[in-house]
T-cell receptor, first 111, second 111 residues
Framework: DTAVSQTPKYLVTQMGNDKSIKCEQN?????MYWYKQDSKKFLKIMFS???????INETVPNRFSPKSPDKAHLNLHINSLELGDSAVYFC??????????FGPGTRLTVT | QQQVKQSPQSLIVQKGGISIINCAYE??????FPWYQQFPGKGPALLIA?????SEKKEGRFTISFNKSAKQFSLHIMDSQPGDSATYFC??????????FGTGTSLTVIP
């Protein structure tokens, strides 16, 4: 069983569109994250949720909106996509011992 | 401001050699230091981690050396193998669900 899963794996869309990425974890963790990895492979945290509550909201444009329907799911909705949003987005979950488990990533390409 | 500084950016090592990646931090509140390994097209995976109450942790061919006074920690890969070729990230954590990642090191092990 995949511990942290994301869909879709690839997403190609045009500027101005709205898209969503879904994430699910079956590890029973209370904390989930969204990270953005740019073309230089730099990993930057975007959001962190603990038990469905937003804990961290880094300086991310408000076009990005996370939604956590329950503690096993953390979805990312992006409005009015821009070229600069092209990146790989990783979902992760974390347990009480500070370990993080990352999903396989969603490669978003905005044309 | 980069909270965790990682070097080198890239590293080429002969099979059987030792790979060494270094990280440095400033914030003494950090209390957990993980290393992640990322293969192309995959999410980062936790490799090994250390807390500042020990100076070294070894798991198989991977060792973390930790120097609290110098605020530095490093990853040593002994007997490096071509299968170790990946990007390695150090990170630091100080609570509040916030991980700070280094900029990554691309390791290539030549057969």
């Amino acid at each position: 069983d995949t511990a942290v899963s994301q869909t879709p794996k690839y997403l190609v869309t045009q500027m101005g569109n709205d898209k969503s990425i879904k994430c699910e974890q079956n590890l029973g963790h209370d904390t989930m994250y969204w990270y953005k990895q740019d073309s230089k492979k730099f990993l930057k945290i975007m959001f962190s949720y603990n038990n469905k509550e937003l804990i961290i909201n880094e300086t991310v444009p408000n076009r990005f909106s996370p939604k956590s329907p329950d503690k096993a799911h953390l979805n990312l909705h992006i409005n009015s996509l821009e070229l600069g949003d092209s990146a790989v987005y990783f979902c992760a979950s974390g347990g009480g011992n500070n370990e993080q488990y990352f999903g396989p990533g969603t490669r978003l390409t905005v044309t | 401001q980069q909270q965790v500084k990682q070097s080198p950016q890239s590293l080429i090592v002969q099979k059987g050699g030792i790979s060494i990646i270094n990280c440095a931090y400033e914030n003494t509140a950090f209390d957990y230091f993980p290393w992640y390994q990322q293969f192309p097209g995959k999410g980062p995976a936790l490799l090994i981690a250390i807390r500042p109450d020990v100076s070294e942790k070894k798991e198989g061919r991977f060792t973390i050396s930790f120097n609290k006074s110098a605020k530095q920690f490093s990853l040593h890969i002994m007997d490096s193998q071509p299968g170790d070729s990946a990007t390695y990230f150090c990170a630091a954590y100080k609570g509040g669900n916030q991980f700070y990642f280094g900029t990554g090191t691309s390791l290539t092990v030549i057969p």
